[in-house]
């Protein structure tokens, strides 16, 4: 733990502030010379813009339409349980293989496109239009996470008591106001539970991207986590990468923190305090789940 | 006729969870002769064959992505589960100096994002030489050890062991077991669902990585799965029979691994989201 968590992380700090862009084998102490060089970056800048727009767009999808998917598989239906196990397996699958099933999706002359066809809709550049390419991404990832949220709301209304619906009849309201008075506040601290494991995970999207664009078209995929990793490992400027790196780290602390702040019923200590207590994961993959 | 409703939504539910990947199937089974790009799109395919699945084999070294994907997962789910137990026993069922700040500085560590820390690694790895340049056993060793302990996993762990009853220990000690003893015949077989769920997890994360393999291996034959797809993508970028049916076979262990432990994969999404 210490040598491959604690070293490497003091390290971060130290190789952000290093030169290695002359020469990798030996490298300059520069200061803060690399943070420097991001803010006059255009690819950086581009890149923070493309994780915001991707955070912004993803979040709130992953906080409100597993709520929808959670109530219709919370039924008593028979062989329900068979249904909740099929709408689950994009979670299990691995993003590689789910990102090359929907590039296959997208293809110019792909499913997609035929069924809008059938629609009489005219063709979309998926994955190959510069204005549409990041969306598409987002709708993949939503796609693929929406299960594993779904299955958190579950676990919450199964453990709402029916008496409250029983009263909500009796005062005669109607599904709608239901679900508004008694499913929506009970549902609360979960939200902000999906919203923030989301949140890390937007902020780290890097996998989905790489199989399906590689970034493209013209870098209207690129993200914060592509940028440092095509910063690192294709032009060896692991100064800068660190910088990026660093940044995103201090990203992540601001939004957990304010994602904290916001639930409304209970204060970030208790929300901490919760965390401490819950066998929840937080990070269900290594990279969180988006 | 409510209930019909529900069942055509689930169904198409269903249908949009599983469609992609049916797709990819259909795709797959389509013999040399057949448009793939078919319009409209041919769903069953007209002379299913194997084919494509014995070319991908041939044609990539398909066996060798299953066996380091296999020894890589199973090695980290090892380590995971061994030191995250080793950790949170003393931190869960002992009184020592410095507990909490140790504590508390493993909970700290899941705040950092994996990819600050991985162009450090990158370095320590090279400087001890486990990349797979120096040979396939490096690369795995380079592959599991960065990941061989997470504080997520301490953090699970010691949540669970926390909760056993003081009396247990007491009663062992009673009988003459030592710290480690109690640890293995006694506190261990009551946590057992917990360290199943944490190998699920640990599964989930390794088979599925790509980032930190696609630094660290450069030669295929020591590819993992998913870095092994990725360079069939864009080896064989127009045969999308063979990178379907490439992608279909590394799906299999995962599917198996689902549905025989499925119980595992949810109680991870939802015990503690009940209790917490």
């Known amino acids: 733990m210490v040598g491959f968590f604690f070293l490497p992380l003091v390290m971060a700090f130290g190789i952000s502030m290093s030169d290695y862009s002359h020469n990798i084998y030996n490298p300059a102490f520069v200061g803060l010379e690399n943070y420097a060089r991001l803010t006059h970056s255009a690819p950086f800048w581009n890149s923070l813009k493309n994780t915001f727009v991707f955070l912004f767009g993803v979040v709130p999808a992953m906080v409100v339409l597993p709520i929808f998917l959670a109530l219709l598989v919370n039924g008593k239906l028979k062989g329900i349980a068979v249904f909740r196990s099929l709408i689950y397996i994009p979670v299990v699958i691995s993003m590689v293989v789910v990102g090359i099933a929907w590039r296959w999706l997208y293809a110019d002359d792909g499913l997609l496109n035929w069924l809008l066809s059938v629609f009489h809709l005219p063709k979309v550049g998926w994955l190959v239009s510069p204005d549409i390419a990041l969306y598409s991404v987002m709708i993949v990832v939503v796609w693929k996470g929406m299960a594993y949220y779904m299955m958190m709301y579950l676990a919450h209304l199964q453990s709402l008591s029916q008496d409250l619906y029983e009263a909500a009849d009796i005062d005669g309201a109607s599904l709608w106001q239901k679900h508004w008075n008694v499913t929506l506040p009970h549902l609360r601290p979960t939200m902000v539970m999906v919203g923030i494991i989301s949140t890390i995970g937007s902020l780290k999207v890097f996998t989905e991207i790489y199989v399906m664009t590689r970034g493209g078209p013209v870098g209207s995929t690129k993200t914060l986590v592509y940028y440092i990793y095509e910063r690192a490992f294709e032009n060896l400027d692991l100064g800068i990468a660190s910088a990026a790196g660093i940044v995103l780290m201090l990203i992540l602390l601001v939004f957990s923190m304010l994602e904290m702040k916001l639930s409304p019923k209970e204060d970030a200590a208790k929300v901490t305090e919760k965390v401490k207590k819950t066998e929840t994961p937080l990070l269900p993959t290594r990279n969180g789940a988006a | 006729m409510k209930k019909t409703l529900q069942y055509i939504i ?188 944490l ?27 998913p870095v092994g797809l990725v360079q069939l993508q864009s080896a064989f970028s127009s045969d999308w029979k063979l990178i379907a049916a490439g992608t279909l076979l590394s799906m299999v262990p995962v599917l198996i691994f689902f549905f025989a432990l499925q119980r595992y994969f949810v109680t991870g999404a939802t015990s503690g989201a009940v209790k917490g």
């Not at chain 2, 190998?199 to 799965?225: D, N």
């Open chain 2, 10 to 197: 689930l169904s198409l539910l269903v249908l949009a969870a599983v469609g992609p990947f049916l797709w990819l199937l259909s795709t797959a089974l389509k013999g040399p002769g057949e448009n793939i790009f078919a319009y409209p799109p041919q769903f069953i395919p007209q002379n299913p064959t194997l084919e494509n699945f014995v070319n991908v084999w041939n044609k990539v070294p398909m066996l060798w992505f299953f066996i380091n994907s296999i020894v890589v997962t199973l090695l980290t789910i090892f380590f995971n589960i061994t030191l995250s137990v080793l950790a949170a026993y003393p931190l869960a069922r002992m009184r020592f100096k410095g507990q909490n700040a140790i504590f508390f500085s493993i909970l700290a560590t899941m705040m950092i994002p994996f990819q600050v820390l991985m162009i450090p690694l990158y370095l320590i790895c090279l400087k001890l030489n486990l990349t797979d340049n120096a040979g396939i056993i490096n690369g795995w060793l380079g592959l599991v050890l960065p990941f061989a302990v997470s504080g997520f996993g301490i953090f699970f762990v010691r949540q669970a062991l926390v909760t056993l009853p003081k009396e247990l220990e007491e009663s062992a000690v009673l009988d003459g077991c030592n710290s480690l003893q109690i640890l293995w015949y006694v506190l261990l077989p009551l946590i057992r669902p917990t360290l199943a769920t």
């Open chain 2, 199 to 225: 190998a699920v997890f640990a599964f989930m994360a390794t088979w599925g990585e790509f980032l930190w393999p696609s630094i660290i291996l450069s030669e295929p034959s020591h590819f993992t799965l």
